[in-house]
């Protein structure tokens, strides 16, 4: 049963609302205090670009190099890159140059985007095993390095 809702914005907005008289009065009520969907969203949106502005004001110390990858693999891991270098600047436990050296190496957009949910302490080990892997050689033999 679709039901006209006014919006604690202020915005009026249909929903479909189904079960019992009961649920459906308390869903009608519940609505009622939340924002409409447009505006939810937009202050998510806006959210999300003071949370972007402030990491990259947080890391603008650092020259960060260009990604690989596809056009929206990149922009994707740009913004992951970007909010996860500024989490570990502002990580008690963690060396800051050492740490963002060592993430600032690795140029491929897939990983950021794979690795993204790592907390700060696996995030860096699997920086460091992506970087032991890039560095053997083909062959598999000995690098002169080692």
């Not at 679709?2 to 459906?24: K, M, R, T």
């Not at 609505?31 to 505006?39: E, P, S, V, W």
């Not at 600047?89 to 993430?103: F, G, K, R």
């Amino acid at each position: 049963m679709e039901q006209q809702i006014i919006h604690a914005c202020g915005h009026q907005q249909a929903h479909v609302l189904y079960g019992f008289d009961s649920q459906v009065a308390r869903k009608a009520r519940w609505l009622r205090t939340t924002k409409c969907r447009a505006c939810f969203l937009a202050d998510k949106k806006a959210e999300q670009i003071e949370a972007t502005a402030r990491d990259t004001a947080t890391v603008a110390h650092l020259i960060l190099p260009p990604l690989t990858g596809s056009e929206r693999q990149v922009a994707w891991a740009e913004t992951i890159r970007i909010k996860r270098l500024a989490a570990l600047t502002v990580s008690p436990h963690t060396s800051i140059d050492a740490d963002c050296n060592l993430c600032l190496r690795i140029y491929d957009a897939k990983w950021w985007i794979d690795h993204r949910d790592l907390a700060n302490e696996d995030l860096l080990d699997q920086a460091t095993r992506h970087l032991q892997i890039a560095a053997m050689p083909a062959n598999g033999q000995q690098s002169a390095a080692a």
